[in-house]
């Protein structure tokens, strides 16, 4: 079987790849079709985002397409920055004005209403029809202040109350077994297999 991840984040990829890790596909990305041109992400929610994703690029590839919006929901601001996550401070926004913004907004919020979750929705299409929606989440606490090393996006805000740290102190080995896209990818991998299984016998 043949797997391409709907995307060119390069940081989705390597921990995509690393959560799916012992599959017997061979997995590529949007990276890896010339031609393939970038989806505009332009859905109100998550699902309508990884939808669209999924079903362009399975139907431009001919192969099983995987694709996935992540976002982070904050109580305290109803649930924003949600599917805008990735761009919070403006289109082209980095991840450091993203984390930036957030804290701005959230400078007077005391530690009991600083409440949030990352939410994952993973869309499978094969050849342009969808075939399955997974959904995963994770819930934290926004930090004060950034911490930590590794991870992208809002890793470094974002508090596990279990260890008390934020995504970026635990590290991958950790995060890719506890976070939202763990959670909903994991799940993936699941449904993956047993579709392998059923297309071989």
Do not use: W
Not at 142 to 157: Q, R, S
Not at 176 to 194: C, D, M, V
């Amino acid at each position: 079987m043949n797997i391409v991840l709907a995307t060119r984040n390069r940081d989705k990829i390597k921990e995509i790849t690393k959560i799916l890790d012992g599959l017997m596909a061979k997995i590529s990305s949007a990276l890896d079709f010339s031609g393939l041109e970038e989806v505009e992400e332009d859905g109100v929610t998550l699902e309508e985002n990884a939808i669209k994703k999924a079903l362009v690029v399975s139907k431009f590839t001919q192969q099983l397409a995987i694709a996935d919006d992540s976002g982070l929901e904050v109580d305290a601001l109803e649930g924003q920055p949600g599917v805008y996550s990735a761009r919070f401070a403006g289109e082209d926004a980095t991840y450091d004005d993203n984390n930036r913004k957030l804290l701005e907004l959230m400078e007077y919020v005391p530690p009991k209403n600083r409440t949030a979750r990352f939410v994952c929705i993973v869309a499978i299409a094969d050849k342009g029809k969808m075939k399955k929606i997974i959904k995963g989440t994770c819930e934290g606490i926004i930090a004060f202040e950034p911490k930590g090393k590794t991870g992208f996006g809002y890793d470094p805000l974002f508090i596990i109350p279990e260890y008390s740290k934020t995504f970026a102190e635990l590290g991958p080995e950790i995060k890719n077994k506890i976070s939202h896209r763990a959670k909903a990818f994991l799940e993936t991998k699941k449904f993956l297999e047993e579709s392998l299984i059923i297309q071989f016998d």
